[in-house]
């Protein structure tokens, strides 16, 4: 199997591009410790088991890891190649649930405004991040105020904030006069 890995933004990730399905179906999984991946997927406890990994993300076709500070990509990248190829050449489940979804309360008043954002970020946005190797989820509306969560490649690039600021918030001011403000906020 061979399988492409790509720089991304962050500099302490790297996308890998297996070829085939990963999760499939706009479907994707953050992954920030092992504890996260216990009994989830066995593919990213077998990554976690790695030493230096500290974060994995599954993309609709693509697998983003996050390195330590202190650790190599020359060290971990032969490591994590043959981990993702053994698991998807011998059919070990990429995912086995897709875990708990936060919830988040829309007033009734609020319903269209947060159809026509969510529309927006998964036609126009959300493509564009899981280029770089991420995803953007939508936490909440509220009086104005957008919140939206970075995973993968994006949850730690120092340019997330600006992209989140100046690239998201502009387009959805534009397409959608009720949002004054979009903030980021970090998942739990």
Known sequence: MFIETENTPNPATLKFRPGCRVTGD?????FASAAAAQGRSPL?????AIDGVTGVFLGADFISVTKSDLSDWAD???AIL???ASAL???TPVLLSKGEEQAYEVAEQDREVVARIRELLDTRVRPAVAGDGGDIVFRGYQDGV???SMQGACAGCPSSRATLKHG??????HYVPEVKEVEQV???
Do not use: Q, W, Y
Not at 44 to 48: D, G, I, T
């Open 76 to 78: 971990l990248k032969p």
């Open 44 to 48: 990213v406890e077998a990554l976690f």
């Open 168 to 173: 998201v918030e502009n387009m959805l001011r």
């Open 146 to 148: 957008v919140r939206l």
């Open 82 to 84: 043959t981990e993702i």
């Open 26 to 30: 706009g479907l994707t999984a953050d």
């Open 89 to 91: 050449t011998h059919g």
């Open 186 to 188: 970090e998942m739990s």
